[in-house]
């Protein structure tokens, strides 16, 4: 039982008085359509149960209204104006039900979704926290090791510089990630804003290999830049961002580098294709599976192969960030004989 409110009393007001109306009029004169507002309070305020109750009773009366008091024989007419009354009645019950139905659905969503901002925002707030708490150490370390190669704290035999190289590669790799963890979810939360110019997609190529150079050394493995059918140098110009450009290069080519054995050619080939800049980055790998291709480009997709065992499934859906926010498109496709491309092509046009 549910306990009396001011809901209940009203009820019982609007039913006195259209019963006084009704039943001290001729039957002709049809009062129960005010019903409505007692059926539709119903179900705002108490529920489908009570709504129910309401409408089964508001209907009743309407009807019985025919016979009492009955000083007035019942035509045709009449009963035709009252089953009008009493399937409105019924109409704005079931109308009234889906509202409160709809709005329950709206005050859940509405939940979800401030729980999901306040999540995101935590997310957030954690992932800036810790990328600068980690970024702060790393950095230190790669001074004191820089100031240990230039022989700052004594001399250094060769073999003691090969070890500070890799240790300074290594932190500088680590630092890179997370500056590519927090700049994705910083995307993904505001979106990415360029800094459009016109910029030499070949001289961002040449930059980008030119800073992967000693780390290719190390892997024994080389680079070359190709330029459509021409031994020459060749220009290609197009309205973006040039540092964004160069993290997709640099992504690509790393992923290239990381995925080649010893020995092996990374290849970064420029053409122009229907005022399209197409940019190819080719390895000698082992290849890539058929059924990971459309997963590549997801964010923290690791895959199952040998390829995607290294890194944290972040650089190629930045890549694919940044492509898309030029409007271009990115993807990737097997090599034969054996190898992948990876490719991504940007309009020449702002």
């Known amino acids: 039982m549910q306990p009396w409110t001011k809901t209940h009393g009203l009820l019982v007001g609007i039913f006195a008085t259209v019963m006084v109306l009704e039943y001290g009029t001729p039957p002709p004169f049809v009062f129960g359509y005010l019903y409505i507002g007692a059926v539709l309070l119903a179900s705002l305020q108490l529920g489908r149960r009570v709504t129910l109750g309401v409408t089964a009773m508001a209907a009743g009366l309407t009807i019985l209204n025919l016979w009492i008091p009955g000083v007035e024989p019942v ?25 409160r139905h709809y709005e329950a659905l709206m005050t859940q969503q509405t939940m979800q979704l401030t729980t999901q901002t306040q999540l995101t925002k935590v997310r957030e707030d954690f992932v800036s926290t810790i990328t600068h708490d980690l970024k702060t150490p790393l950095l230190g ?27 300074m590669r290594s932190h500088s790799m680590s630092l890179q990630l997370l500056d590519t963890l927090l700049d994705v ?45 021409s031994d020459f140098r060749q220009d290609y110009w197009l309205h973006g961002d040039a ?6 290069l640099s ?14 050619k990374v290849e970064v080939a420029i053409t122009l294709k229907n005022h399209y800049c197409h940019v190819q980055v080719l390895d000698e790998g082992t290849g890539l ?27 190629l859906y ?4 940044i492509v898309e926010a030029h409007g271009g498109k990115i993807w990737a496709e097997g090599r034969s004989p054996q190898g992948a491309i990876f490719t991504f092509c940007l309009p020449i046009n702002p």
Not at 142 to 154: H, K, P, R, V, Y
Not at 197 to 208: D, G, K, M, Y
Not at 251 to 263: F, Y
């Open 243 to 248: 540092l964004q450009l160069q993290r997709v």
């Open 289 to 315: 599976a058929e059924r990971e291709l459309p997963y590549l480009f997801e964010r923290f997709y690791q895959g199952n192969g040998d390829r995607q065992a290294k890194g944290t499934g972040l650089g």
């Open 251 to 264: 992504n690509l080519m790393l992923n290239a580098i990381n995925h080649s054995p010893r020995g092996c």
């Open 185 to 229: 979810y910083r995307n993904d939360m505001d979106g990415l804003h360029l800094q459009r110019h016109w910029v030499n997609l070949t001289r961002i190529a040449e930059e980008s290999m030119m800073h992967l150079t000693s780390f290719a050394m190390a892997r024994q493995i080389s680079l070359c830049l190709r330029q459509g059918n």
């Open 75 to 99: 035509s045709v007419v009449t009963v035709a104006n009252r089953s009008i009354t009493v399937l409105a009645l019924v109409i704005t019950a079931w109308l009234g039900d889906r509202l």
């Open 141 to 167: 370390a790669i001074e004191t090791l820089s100031a240990l190669e230039g022989g700052q704290f004594g001399s250094i035999s060769a073999a003691q510089k090969r070890a500070i190289a890799i240790m």
């Open 318 to 321: 930045l890549s694919r960030q």
